[in-house]
């Protein structure tokens, strides 16, 4: 039977999502994207750009998921509405093109309002509820005026949903409840400031009519439709702004009701039937979604992000750092053993505009070692609860009023920890509601509301919204109170300190400037692609680049260089090749091409020296295969350990009978085998390679020793890996793995004598290269007894002979050089090659490049470095490189 949908794009601060919701079950899917805002140059790192295309490119993707998922037809979808972070910028060019964009974390207009707010801050303050900062769109457009003031002609000034919802489809209006986070709006006449407008000397014209949510604004374009996977003609309805539609959608919409929104940011609103000023200017008044009501704020501010960002600190090696740190956090108990936080925990005060400023503080006394992680990351946890407490109980001092229940909504109501640490913390009830995309789903009953499936935005939210858990106070209540008493003065004696450190931070953000030789925001490198590449590895290009992809293997083409790359690549900025020749000739008739990419170890298709001389950076691909050969050696040691091709070959025997209980028990006298577990595994070479292995054996509790004369005590020390003599070494290892790079100085590394210095009864892997290993003596050693195996999966002929002295060994497990030969190699090389071109984009020198020297004056889109006569013709008569295996 047909249902009704409705969607709802969310486009925040570091992801976006689409959210579809069954109307008459409820039921709802989300798809996640996230995303990242480039730094706008000009600014002192201060900026940052909005990059919309991206931004709709993944909004797309995530709608079309959520059709597919969900299983609704298109034509189901009765409306679309959107939502987004507040106190973003879109300035639309009466073209349609966008002039100016920003994301709610710009700061470029710190000048202008500090100003503004010297100035006019308290009437701006009186006008409409916002003391004036660089986060709102009036500090930047008077930002944009001083520098370009060619730019506000003829423009629309949008928020990000606005935007979104215009690119849809919809005509250029203002929601109201974004409109009013920008200082340049009246919340008395809920419209725009015209009086405040015309003293700061801003064209009234680019200021578009304001409209309330859930108000029908437009319908979806043929071009929007094909994109987003839905039908033309879809009613677009007005969003809101993020934190509002998340009270829409948690069902706080009577006067009284507090709402924590706890994602990214944690703004903290109380709803009210007027306009409540707070006399100290430290909370922000705005208008709710539901038209008539308004909200109070006091915000945690950047919560959700601080916590991430010191998870992926701490859990790094972990592939959910967030909720590692939540699990280890219910390990601990109510106060972390001694340990206190005030990281992302803020009491919010608006007219202060310091660096964020955490701290930790423990003893060595009080808190375990053993357990010192667990009670960090409660403490954490803890320090936003109290922090919650600490901003509610702002809004309840400023509006006079008292409540006993709060809803907490976004990501952080996904914690049953959390959400019971705040009621305990807070001594009120706490409702967490059943959709935790609390803020989607509000722009959801947006779209609803518009469609006409709800006849008001109460009575949507009444529909769609509802509890699934509650918690009451516990027993840890009192000890929470205690804790609040000492970490609220904790942080009121550390205000001078912390506001002393926002101004060291502050210099040291400034300091480091912005990257040379970025990219312009709007500029698409066009990309050649003959090395093999997976299918993520291109997409994720797709999205930095115009990518046209030509692997060797699929064309069944080896392009030798001169004309005939010259030719291949005209037009291109970039290539990424694997095996095709790249030499003087062909750079010298290629002026557009601006980087190039060999995706091998040893980059010896690439003439580096004449790339160099035009100022082409050159970069490689180091450890393409290194996942590839480690899981061998890995799986090397287990076969070795275990006796695995012995104990296979055995049920091979003929004669044998099913259910012989004699030779079963044969069998488990015969193969007892070993663990990994407590084994020294001395690794000889410890790149790529070495380091892998290591990482792979430490997690299956062996000990790591490791030789390599280019690696640093301390940086095998990273790898869990104690840096010794090769002798040591081999006196120690029970397994010895080879991964040292073939040179002649390496070339009989470990002779008879190294080999006669191994313990007794240890195994030998080699799967670099035959000559770093005397062979000969190895199999003496193997047929002696004293070494109990070995694996070899490179030798000096290739293939080796089937009568092979070693290959016949029953002691020996022998390969045909298959370490790096995985289907996952060219996923490997493709990821490492686009996370070079991705910070060559950003103006950052590529990790692995070859010419660094070439990075100072890099210009994507300026003329190359031009070399000398002179050298020009030494580089024309070198020899062209060669391609090798």
Known sequence: MPADYLMALDAGSGSGRCLLVDVGSGKTWTALRRWTHPPASGTGGLGYDLDLENIRRKLGEASREVLAVSGARPDDVLGIAVTSMRHSTVLLGPDGSVVFATPNQDARAVGEALGWAAGQGEEVYTLGGHWPGPLFTGSRLLWLGEREPDALHGVKVLSLSDWIACSLGAEPVAERSQAAETLLFDLQSRDWAHALVKSKGLPASIFPETVDAG???????????????????????????????????????????????????????????????????????????????????SNGLATGSVLEWFAKIVYADYENPVAVMFA???????????????????????????????????????????????????????????????????????TCSGTDELVVSA??????LWTQMVSDVTGKTVAVPAVCEATALGAAVCAGVGAGVFVDLVAGAAELSGVARWHAPGPDSSVYARLYEGWSRTCSLRAASDEHLS????????????????????????????????AEALERLKQLAEVEYAGWREAGRIITGGRELAEALEGYDALITEIDIV???????????????????????????SATAFGIPVFNTPGRNAEAVADLTLGFMIMLLRRLPAAADFLREPGGEAGDLVRMGAAYASFQGRELWRKTVGIVGLGSVGTAVARRVRTGGARVLFFDPLVAEGAGALQNAEKVSLEALLERSDIVSVHAPAKEETRGLLDAGRLAKMKEGAFLINTARASLVDYEALADALESGRLAGAALDVFGVEPPASDDRLVRMGNVIATPHIGGNTLETAAHQGAIAVDQLEALLEGRAPSHILNPEVMDGFDWTGQRREPSPLMRARLAAKLKPTITS
């Open 583 to 609: 030499d003087y000739e062909a750079l010298d008739l290629l002026p557009g091409l601006k980087a190039v990419c060999s995706c091998r170890v040893d980059p010896v298709n690439v003439d580096v020296e």
């Open 411 to 416: 990501g952080m109501s996904r914690s049953e």
């Open 503 to 534: 101004g060291l931070l502050t210099m040291a953000l400034l300091e480091r400037g912005e990257p040379d030789g970025a990219a312009p925001l709007s500029f698409r490198p066009r990309v050649m692609v003959t090395a093999s590449m997976d």
């Open 328 to 398: 280890e956090a219910a390990l601990s108990g109510p106060g972390g053993a001694g340990s206190f936080s005030t990281f992302g925990a803020c009491t919010f005060d608006a007219r202060r505009l310091n660096m964020p400023v955490g701290n930790i503080s423990m003893s060595h006394l009080v808190t375990p070692a053993s357990e010192g992680r667990w009670h960090l990351a409660r403490s954490l946890l803890e320090g936003v609860a109290l922090s919650v407490r600490a901003n509610v109980e702002q809004l309840m001092e400023v």
């Open 215 to 297: 108000t029908p604004i437009g319908r979806l374009s043929d071009e929007a439709a094909r994109h987003f996977g839905l039908p033309p003609g879809i009613t677009i309805s007005a969003g809101g702004a993020d934190t509002q539609c998340g009270l829409l959608g948690s069902g706080a919409v009577a006067p009284g009701n507090i709402c924590v929104v706890a994602g990214t940011s944690m703004p903290v609103q109380v709803v009210t039937d007027g306009i409540v000023l707070d006399g100290e200017g430290r909370l922000w008044s705005g208008l709710h979604v539901v038209p008539g009501l308004y909200v109070l704020e």
